[in-house]
Structure formats: C-alpha cells, structure tokens
C-alpha cells in the first residue's frame, strides 16, 4: 500500500509511473489526496475544539477555587455542546479514514523506473538468454506423453480424485519431485537463507499484508466457514512472520525459505498451452524471501535472480531472464524478473520463477519497520522469488533430457533421487 504522504508530495510522478502499469482508475489519487485534506481538516477542528474544552475544563477549576461558582456554572453550560462537536466530529474522522483507507488499497504499487511500458507478456524485456536449446529428433514426445510412458505422473487419477489441474506423481515422478524439493532446499541454505515451515492456510490479514487481498481473491480457494485461505505462494506466510514486527538494522536482510504446495484457481486458463504440467491448480515450490534495507534492495533483488539463475545452470536447462512490462507486473510488485526455461518439445519458453521488489507496499500494509542507527523506525523492504516452482521443472527436465535410452536425470539430482536415468 503506497503512504499517503508520498502521495500528496509526489503527485505527477505517481500519476506518471501508475499510468507505466496501465492504471485504469487514476482518478483515484485526486480523490485519495482530497479525502486526506478532509482528514487533515477534521482531525485539526477535533483538536481545536478538544483544546478549547480542556482549557475550559480548566479554567472552571480555577473559577470554582476562586469562589466564583456563578461564572463556573456559566462555561460548564457549554460544556455539553462541546462534547457534542467533538463526538460528531470524531464520527466524521473515522468515516473519512475509512473511505481513505478504501481507496489506498485500489492503487497498485508503482512501477521502478527500469520497468519498460507495455500491456502484454509480448512487451516484457528479454535481459539475458543462456544455454543452448537441445535439438531432439522428429519424434520426440512432450512431457504428458513422457509421464504416461515411463509411469511417472497420472493426469486422469488426480481428475478421478480432485479435478483437473491435480496431477498424482507416481514411482520415479514422485522421487523426482521430492529430490528437486530437497535440493532447492539445500541450495538456498548454502545462500544464506534459513528454512521454515510455514501453514498452508492463511487469514485475511496475512493475504492483505502481502498484497493478495483484495486484488487477487477470485485466484485463491477460500475456506468459507473459517475464512481462511489455501496459500497461492508460500510468500504470503513466510513474509507474515514479519507483520507487525519492529527489527533491528543489524538484523537486516533477514533471509527465509520454504516449500509448499500451492494453491491457484487459474480461473479462466484454457486451451493446449496449458497441458499436462504447463498449469497447475496443486503444485509443489521453494520459495525465496528477503526484508531488507531500502537502501540495499535492488542490489539483494540481483542476488536473488542470480540465485535462480544459478539452480537452472545447475540443472542443464536453457533459460531466459525477462523484466516484466508494466502492464504484465503483479498488483504489488515494484520491478519483477520472470525466468523461462525452453521446453525442447514443445518448442516455447515456460516460466519456472518470478523475483520481486515490493519496496515497502507490503511493508506498510504488515506494519514491517526496523529501528536504523538514528533510533527512528521506517518501513523495510520486502523481496521473494520462486527458486523454483517444480511443474515445468519438470517438464522440460523430461522433455530436454529425453534419449533413446530413456530420460537422463542432471547430475547434481542424482545424489537425491539415487538414480542417473528415467526408463
């Protein structure tokens, strides 16, 4: 959530960088600063007439010590008539937060000034491709296929069970899944993040604190008798830890990770580009969380790429690096690389990781500070990115990877999963 005080001071810019996110509601930052000079105002009669009524109060005191009742008794009579104004006013006060508070939560956050215009993923900005696409031959199969022969994953179980989007991992598939998780894991720790386990079911606070409520409730399955929610991402409980939490300077970056499954209702996802692992509503991700200091963000948010970067290195998969146009960014997010990794079968790029900035839009909706060397507290920056989400993981391991000899499994899986191939 943006402060309203950078708001009022920085009116064209934010006009300016909403509009890079293809903002449809502008509107909305004139009538956030006209509802916060109405705030103002209220607030500053509610004192005025407050200050009035005390030095009355005491005034009636010093009359009534003096002797002098009759004048007493007459400031006591507008007493009552000041308790009222400042009741009403009080009223009035809260209402005007309140439609304050309803507008702040529709404006996304703003755009960094790296983040190119554009409103479709055709506009996002290639920063770096590597690896080489491996060429298979004329028949080699895609991932679906590949699970259905050497019995890895059972699609129409997991419908039998569930529903589309819950595949079953099976034999091989499922030893695979679980090596990748434990590798992930162990990867992040030797970068310097501590592992958590975290609830897979969140409260409305937890998915306003992080951004997801209100802008992504339609995307999220909800527990309606306890209204909780199935986490989208282990972001939301990992970053939560933190809400309301004051943290000292030297504390900072504090660096978390964690797996879990997610959650996503991807209501609206049709078509073949969605087959087999491509999209998910169950799936299986490590995820990477930083709060850090404002001054040290973007250079943590490199870091952070680099990280990912380095496991699909690890792993023998080509990939590419994106920086996100403003119309394809997320509510929240300040800057967001995306990472896709080319999927030999299918011949197309898939997206297996986004690492984001937040700045301080989470921050200040979790009430997240630290304490700086002055003494005073200011808002903390928040930083995650999947390293990695396992679906097209997967897929394009099976795919890449497939021989005649059966799929070759990346050396540095092979300690996890006990065994070099897939046949």
């Known amino acids: ?60 005191g010093e009359l009534m010590r003096a002797g002098k009742k009759e004048e007493a008794e007459g400031l006591k009579g507008k007493t ?111 970068a310097g993040y501590s592992e958590v386990s975290v609830p897979l079911m969140v409260n409305e606070a937890s998915g306003f604190g992080t951004s997801q409520l209100p802008d992504k409730e339609g995307q999220m399955y909800h527990v309606g008798i306890d209204n909780l929610y199935l986490i989208p991402t282990a972001e939301v409980p990992i970053t939560n830890l933190y809400r309301e939490v004051i943290l000292k300077e030297d504390q900072l970056p504090v660096r978390n990770c964690g797996h879990t499954p997610c959650f996503r209702r991807e209501a609206g996802s049709y078509g073949a580009h969605v087959r087999g692992l491509n999209r998910l509503h169950q799936f299986d991700k490590v995820e990477i969380v930083t709060i850090a200091h404002p001054d040290k963000s973007y250079e943590i948010l490199e870091l952070m790429s680099s990280h990912v970067q380095g496991l699909l290195q690890k792993l023998g998969l080509p990939y590419r690096v994106l920086r996100l146009c403003g119309g394809d960014m997320g509510f929240g997010s300040a800057l967001t690389y995306d990472m896709e990794t080319w999927s030999a079968a ?17 921050s200040n909706r979790l009430k997240l500070r630290f304490r ?40 540095v899986l092979v300690p996890y999963t006990k065994f070099e191939w897939i046949d």
């Open 80 to 190: 009552g008539a000041w308790k009222e104004e400042i009741k009403k006013l009080g009223e009035l006060l809260t209402i005007t937060e309140e439609e304050l508070y309803q507008k702040l939560v529709l404006l996304p956050n703003l755009p960094h000034s790296s983040v190119p215009k554009g409103l479709t993923p055709e506009d996002n900005e290639v920063v770096l491709e590597n690896g080489t696409k491996p060429e298979l031959p004329a028949d080699a199969l895609p991932h679906w296929e590949l699970a259905a022969k050497y019995n890895l994953i059972d699609f129409e179980l997991g419908v039998k069970i569930t529903g589309a989007g819950f595949p079953v991992y099976k034999n091989k598939g499922a030893k695979l899944q679980r090596a990748l998780i434990n590798y992930f894991i162990d990867e992040a720790e030797k």
């Open 372 to 411: 700086n060397a002055d003494g005073k507290t200011q808002l903390a920056h928040t930083l995650n990115g999947s390293a990695l989400a396992l679906p097209r993981i997967v897929a394009t391991l099976l795919e890449n990877n497939q021989t005649e000899k059966g799929i070759k499994v990346p050396e």
């Open 346 to 362: 299918q011949q197309r790029w898939l997206e297996v990781s986004s690492v984001s900035n937040f700045e301080t839009f989470q």
């Open 1 to 60: 959530m943006l402060q309203v005080s950078y708001i009022r001071d920085n009116r064209e810019q934010v006009l300016e960088r909403l509009a890079v996110k293809n903002f449809k509601q502008p509107q909305l930052v004139d009538e956030i600063i006209e509802l916060d000079d109405k705030r103002r105002s209220t607030q500053t009669s509610m004192d005025n007439v407050s200050a009035e009524a005390n030095a009355a109060a005491k005034q009636i």
